[in-house]
């Protein structure tokens, strides 16, 4: 399994962005997908969970509304569009695979090298 984050970038507050995480791999259909971030000084932090069938999401709090998470199995795909983007949003986020439906951090098992997320005006 192979995973592989892009689309972060330097956006200002209230702005937006897609963050696309590609994976390659057969047993990529039967994991769970979550992003998962990381500031500066700060631990990692699960912020949200796609089912192994795209139907199912989960959102941590600091982030429902605002991020959502979406799934196309026929392109090996996994999407989070971050909508109304806070300075406290700034981090690295990590797409990551588990064989549960988690945003528990430490129970993802294979990891991509991660995207940096910059809010700042």
């Known amino acids: 399994l192979q995973l592989v984050e892009s689309g972060g970038g330097l956006v200002q507050p209230g702005g937006s962005l897609r963050l696309s995480c590609a994976a390659s791999g057969d047993a990529w259909h039967y994991y769970a997908v979550g992003w998962i971030r990381q500031a500066p000084g700060k631990g990692r932090e699960g912020v949200s969970c796609i089912s192994a069938s795209g139907s199912v999401t989960k959102y941590v709090d600091t982030v429902k509304g605002r991020f959502t998470l979406s799934r196309d199995t026929t392109k090996n795909m996994v999407y989070l569009q971050i909508d109304s983007l806070r300075p406290e949003d700034t981090a690295v986020y990590y797409c990551?695979?588990?064989?549960?439906?988690?945003?528990?951090?430490?129970?993802?098992?294979?990891w991509g090298q991660g995207t940096q997320v910059t809010v700042s005006s």
């Open positions: 990551a695979e588990a064989s549960e439906f988690t945003t528990d951090p430490d129970k993802f098992d294979f």
